[in-house]
């Protein structure tokens, strides 16, 4: 590792940046990896899983179950170490090198303490060499998904590009679009059947969601190329995404205890909107960490915003315009 790197000031960067410590970081991001691979591969004679639990929740810290989940953590945070820099950062390609034949065994050298002590047992050059083909399997070119060719693929890249990947980890985006736009549909026919009669509080509320809903003048359109940055774009569907929330909670139940017409169709697209904030917070990051502000913006959110992530927000915005439609409706009436 390079001598002159900060240690404390490395494992603090992690902190800022991802909330948590560079092994943490560096396990949650490999189960990422592993999951997409074990989800396309499991195994000869073995039924393929419509999608596999990759994100084992915020009390489960360290991925012990799985050898190869630990060995991937254990590579990513190695390379981050020697080159100083955050995992999310690492290359994926620079990884690759540490899983060659005559490679130095990891165990051999620096590991993080949570792994050292809680003697994880991996590390060694035969489980290196039996994860190569799981990294290289994202290293890879898809020829369906081309990537930029000024891309460099990071770890922070990959891992953006498989949340926005429908049926990936986090669940399924285009689900989680259908399930809000069959609550609209839900609430308009029980409206014009006369079973829900909207409260004053719910028109209220939703005019002022719809008033708040209406995109600035250079914001996408059906036609042509947004005038917007992909960030601030994607930043206002994130920060709506806890405004619909929070509206949601004040409205009244249907009288079952459950939720209302509105409170559904606000709820369930704060969920869609939702699914965007990891990498908008990523993103916003990164554009925040530069140490000068890059001249094309353009260019620079293209080597960072997977095309996958694109589509997502795109698809995303296509459904606040349906449901600005639908409490521009509900006010009126």
């Given at each position: 590792m390079n001598g002159d790197v900060d240690m404390d000031g490395w494992e603090s960067g992690h902190q800022v940046a991802y909330g948590c410590g560079a092994w943490e970081r560096a396990c949650h991001q490999a189960r990422l990896l592993v999951a997409w691979h074990e989800e396309r591969d499991p195994g000869f004679g073995m039924p393929v899983p419509r999608r596999f639990p990759a994100d084992p929740g915020p009390r489960v810290k360290?991925?012990?179950?799985?050898?190869?989940h630990s060995t991937?953590?254990?590579?990513?945070?190695?390379?981050?170490?020697?080159?100083?820099?955050?995992?999310?950062?690492?290359?994926?390609?620079?990884?690759?090198?540490?899983?060659?034949?005559?490679?130095d065994p990891l165990d051999t050298g620096p590991m993080p303490d949570a792994a050292r002590k809680a003697g994880i047992g991996v590390g060694?050059?035969?489980?290196?060499?039996?994860?190569?083909?799981v990294l290289?399997?994202?290293?890879?070119?898809?020829?369906?998904?081309?990537?930029?060719?000024?891309?460099?693929?990071?770890?922070?890249?990959?891992?953006?590009?498989?949340?926005?990947?429908?049926?990936?980890?986090?669940g399924d985006w285009p689900a989680a679009l259908t399930v809000a736009r069959q609550a609209i549909g839900r609430a308009d026919d029980l409206r014009e059947r006369g079973t829900w009669h909207p409260t004053d509080r719910e028109r209220s509320v939703g005019a002022r969601i719809?008033?708040?809903?209406?995109?600035?003048?250079?914001?996408?359109?059906?036609?042509?190329r947004p005038a917007s940055s992909w960030l601030e774009r994607a930043s206002r569907l994130a920060d709506t995404a806890t405004e619909l929330a929070v509206a949601?909670?004040?409205?009244?139940?249907?009288g079952r205890g459950g939720a209302g017409p509105l409170a559904q169709v606000?709820?369930?697209?704060?969920?869609?909107?939702?699914?965007?904030?990891?990498?908008?917070?990523?993103?916003?990051?990164l554009w925040a960490a530069e140490p000068h502000e890059p001249a094309d913006r353009d260019s620079w959110e293209r080597t960072h915003v997977p095309g996958a992530l694109l589509v997502q927000t795109e698809e995303t915005e296509h459904l606040m315009r349906a449901v600005a439609v639908f409490l521009w409706v509900l006010a009126c009436g």
């Open positions: 360290w991925p012990w179950g799985s050898a190869r991937v953590g254990l590579l990513l945070w190695r390379a981050a170490y020697e080159a100083g820099i955050l995992v999310d950062e690492v290359a994926l390609d620079d990884v690759l090198r540490y899983c060659v034949e005559g490679a060694s050059a035969e489980s290196v060499a039996g994860i190569r083909h290289q399997a994202h290293v890879e070119p898809d020829p369906a998904s081309p990537r930029p060719t000024e891309v460099r693929l990071t770890l922070g890249y990959r891992v953006r590009e498989l949340r926005a990947t429908p049926d990936r980890e986090l719809s008033r708040d809903c209406e995109p600035p003048a250079d914001t996408p359109s059906a036609f042509g949601a909670d004040t409205l009244p139940s249907d606000l709820g369930a697209t704060s969920d869609a909107c939702a699914r965007l904030r990891a990498g908008t917070e990523e993103i916003r990051w």
